[in-house]
């Protein structure tokens, strides 16, 4: 660590006539400051939103009277005797898989269209796009209206609130601002819970998340600046003065900054290249030109794959085991994956790639796999290893996706 502050000081001292010439000097003016503590915890508080779209289902739909000893109304309570849809899906896991589709056909759009308009206006886009979801399940008068909220809802569930934040402070402050998005997915999903056991019905959950999402628009709206390296890369002088003027409002006091300098973008710390931005034309091309990369892809895709399958099934059956308390068990399984989201990334600066993931993916194999054969009467035994494959399981996504980042090309 010694090394890296003295590497940033001479980063910082090695400005041009005192200026702030580099995209990377003026992040690191910024680093630990309270404009880079506010974008960490803007950018986590909707990670928090998006945990409750992804777990909520576990109490619209939970299995029998489990939750409230039978005082809180669910979607099942309301529209009791929903039919097969065409003819053998159950209509009402419909409504966890219904909003995993939406992510699966839209969750990516908005990313590739921040490449084009902006991370900040697709962020605010994407906000209001999620309170309008939410208000038509809210308020959804029939069945087949709340399938349809639900799918709009999963397609807003996108990663670009992560991308904003990454790109708009220093890189030392990455692992902190990793750690507080693995704290407020936490915190998300944990308070599903206790909202629904306070309001008592699954109505208000959405309005409750509805409420939340409208509030992380409006400041995204207003107070957010665009991120940095979508300025240079656009060569948006004013947004880049915007960024710089917000950071000097936040942290009370002004950046002597040289906007020429950097954006004329032969001036990043790494290898002197411009920073660029790929079409989705130009991505796919370079795939099938190369083919071990391409493979590699596959791979990954299969690890999230299975990853998601096992985390999903984890966290969305937490309330319907017939050990323990359904509440409990549900909180216990979003306090447990914060420690994965500390340590994963640690494992990985410690021990090889390679080895961490054979390592957490076979431990998460082995606990699932014991569940199976541990009777339900060992209750604290049983829970322990459900706790324990949750924890895996989420050690598993943090893995594969710093990992997938690490191997693929970036230019």
């Not at 490449?115 to 939410?134: E, M, N, S, T």
């Not at 400041?219 to 947004?239: F, G, I």
Request: hydrophobic share 50%; glycine share 6%; aromatic share 14%.
């Amino acid at each position: 660590s010694d090394a890296s502050d003295s590497e940033e000081t001479d980063t910082i001292e090695s400005r041009k006539d005192g200026k702030i010439s580099t995209l990377d000097q003026l992040l690191e003016s910024t680093k630990w400051s309270p404009f880079c503590f506010f974008i960490m915890f803007v950018q986590s508080f909707q990670w928090a939103v998006s945990a409750q779209m992804f777990v909520m289902t576990a109490y619209l739909t939970p299995a029998g009277d489990t939750i409230a000893n039978g005082s809180y109304k669910s979607v099942r309570d309301e529209w009791p005797d929903e039919p097969l849809i065409f003819g053998f899906m159950d209509s009402y896991e419909m409504i966890s898989s219904i909003a995993f589709l939406g992510n699966l056909l839209f969750g990516t759009i908005p990313n590739l269209l921040s490449d084009r308009y902006g991370r900040r206006k697709l962020l605010v886009v994407i906000l209001f796009c999620i309170v309008i979801a939410d208000i038509i399940c809210a308020f959804a008068p029939a069945f087949w209206v709340l399938i349809v909220g639900r799918f709009l809802q999963g397609s807003g569930i996108a990663s670009l609130n992560f991308v904003h934040c990454m790109e708009s402070i220093a890189p030392g402050s990455r692992f902190l601002a990793s750690c507080g998005f693995g704290l407020f997915w936490t915190i998300g999903y944990c308070m599903v819970a206790p909202e629904a056991l306070v309001v008592g019905s699954w109505r208000w959950i959405f309005g409750i998340n509805g409420i939340a999402a409208l509030a992380c628009a409006l400041v995204q709206l207003l107070l957010v600046p665009e991120s940095p390296y979508y300025c240079v890369a656009q060569n948006d002088r004013n947004k880049l003065e915007g960024f710089v003027r917000r950071s000097q409002w936040i942290n009370r006091r002004s950046y002597d900054v040289d906007f020429d300098a950097i954006l004329s973008k032969k001036n990043t710390e790494s290898d002197d290249e411009e920073l660029t931005v790929v079409t989705v034309g130009e991505s796919l091309s370079y795939l099938f030109k190369n083919p071990p990369v391409l493979l590699l892809l596959l791979m990954m895709g299969y690890a999230e794959i299975a990853t998601m399958l096992s985390y999903a099934g984890i966290s969305l059956a937490s309330t319907s085991l017939d050990v323990g308390d359904a509440n409990w068990n549900f909180v216990l399984s979003g306090i447990v994956e914060f420690p994965a989201y500390c340590v994963a990334p640690k494992f990985l600066d410690w021990f090889p790639s390679k080895f961490v993931m054979i390592t957490v993916f076979a431990c998460a194999s082995g606990s699932l796999v014991a569940l199976k054969f541990i009777p339900h009467d060992l209750t604290a035994l049983y829970l322990a290893f459900w706790l324990l494959s949750k924890f895996f399981a989420t050690s598993c996504y943090m893995t594969s996706l710093i990992v997938a980042s690490e191997l693929f090309p970036t230019k």
